[in-house]
């Protein structure tokens, strides 16, 4: 049991927060984005367990994975990977949008 790649994501995030707090981009600017971030987390958890179901999508042997499972197939560090990937996607839109606006 590695807790290497769940670390790696939590930093990231914190570092994405960090990001986020100094620049007032999106979440310490308002919680209402935070919606942005769970409303995407939450599609694409339902798409990984349609994707489980229909045996398109599987766990398959990872030494990097703590090998704890939320469900059958779907390890914990998914839902640290799809906010990480959320939260990425939100900021650099934030980002680029301040930057645009800037003359």
Do not use: N, Q
Not at 9 to 30: E, P, Q, R, W, Y
Not at 51 to 58: E, H, V, W
């Amino acid at each position: 049991m590695s807790f290497l790649y769940l670390a790696a994501l939590l930093v990231s995030i914190t570092g994405l927060a960090t990001l986020d707090f100094k620049f007032k981009l999106a979440i310490a600017k308002s919680k209402k984005y935070l919606c942005l971030i769970l409303i995407p987390v939450a599609f694409f958890l339902t798409w990984d367990l349609a994707g489980i179901s229909a045996g398109i999508f599987f766990r398959g042997s990872a030494a990097h994975l703590t090998g704890l499972l939320l469900s059958s197939e779907l390890p914990l560090e998914e839902i640290f990977f799809l906010i990480l990937l959320s939260y990425s996607a939100l900021l650099l839109l934030k980002a680029f949008t301040r930057l645009g606006g800037r003359k």
